[in-house]
Nanobody, 119 residues
């Protein structure tokens, strides 16, 4: 099992920045890829970004490209998401997730951290 704990959410004005962190513990050697998802009130959970735990190859949703940056620190078993140029529509609960292989579903999820962007 892998446990994921997010932190770093908060209230920020439009145009501001935040950095989210996700600390992984447990069987972290089994992680293939990690990612961030978000869910706004009344909407489905959506993909934000993901990164390969081995080679760092990253993918982003079109809505966040150029504004958000995903990164990792393998030594600390920690995933990050730098959120810049925030917009009110970025308001959501942000979740960290991990998967064990390329073809598996997202196997592990954190509890989420709230990001609120005021206009």
């Amino acid at each position: 099992q892998v446990q994921l704990v997010e932190s770093g959410g908060g209230l920020v004005q439009a145009g501001g920045s935040l950095r989210l962190s996700c600390a992984a513990s447990g069987r972290t050697f089994s992680i293939y890829r990690m990612g961030w998802f978000r869910q706004a009130p009344g909407k489905e959970r959506e993909f934000v970004a993901s990164i390969s735990w081995s080679d760092g190859i990253a993918y982003y949703a079109e809505s966040v490209k150029g504004r958000f940056t995903i990164s990792k620190d393998n030594a600390k078993n920690t995933l990050y998401l730098q959120l810049n140029s925030l917009k009110p529509e970025d308001t959501a609960v942000y979740y960290c997730a991990a998967k064990k292989s390329r073809v598996s579903v997202w196997d592990y999820w954190g509890q989420g951290t709230q990001v609120t962007v005021s206009s």
